[in-house]
């Protein structure tokens, strides 16, 4: 449990003596667990899956903010950075505009296989600018791979996702 409120603590969930005012509003899932919690970033599990086995993995990490900070760009460059370990890399726009004032970019990262572990995995990512900080939420899937073009997720699974993913906001304190 200590872990665990460090890592709200770290977030903003819980209020904190830090002079930033910006927070990011955010709630582990029912059946999820702090996995990991280093440096700017805190990685959530399902309770009954490791780092070795993970199907769904939650990551959410906080970066200063500046004029030059642009979403988009950020995970573009995500993406090139998957093509060295991804057969085949597509990057799918969702949305991007302000979001509780903020400016937003939402989209889906695919790799249609890992070389590393055979599996294809599937990002849905949110970015979140704000004055002082800069939050980034991803939301994985490692599921069997796939073709290019192809998205091999339940409907009301991604659903429920682009819905988890609405609900963080940045909250000023």
Same mark, same amino acid.
């Given at each position: 449990m200590k872990g665990?409120?460090?890592?709200?603590l770290f977030l903003?969930?819980?209020?904190?003596?830090?002079l930033?005012?910006?927070?990011?509003?955010?709630?582990?899932?029912?059946?999820?667990?702090?996995?990991?919690q280093q440096g700017n970033m805190i990685e959530l599990l399902k309770n009954e899956e490791s780092f070795e086995n993970w199907t769904r993995l939650i990551t959410l990490q906080q970066y200063q903010s500046s004029e030059?900070?642009? +979403?988009?760009?950020?995970?573009?460059?995500? /993406?090139? &950075?998957?093509?060295k370990s991804c057969a085949s890399v597509e990057m799918v726009p969702l949305k991007s505009g302000l979001q509780g004032g903020y400016e937003i970019f939402h989209a889906f990262l695919t790799c249609t296989t890992n070389k590393q572990n055979g599996k294809g995995e599937i990002y849905q990512i949110k970015t979140i600018k704000g004055?002082?900080?800069?939050?980034?939420?991803?939301?994985?899937?490692?599921?069997?791979?796939?073709?290019?073009? +192809?998205?091999?997720?339940?409907?009301?699974? /991604?659903? &429920?996702?682009?819905?988890?993913l609405t609900k963080m906001l940045i909250v000023e304190r």
């Open positions: 665990f409120t460090r890592a709200l903003g969930a819980i209020p904190s003596m830090s930033a005012t910006e927070q990011l509003n955010w709630s582990s899932p029912e059946g999820w667990k702090v996995g990991s030059k900070t642009v +979403g988009e760009s950020f995970v573009k460059l995500m /993406a090139k &950075n998957f093509e004055k002082e900080k800069f939050f980034v939420v991803q939301y994985a899937y490692r599921v069997e791979p796939f073709q290019k073009g +192809g998205l091999p997720l339940e409907q009301s699974e /991604a659903a &429920n996702t682009i819905g988890y």
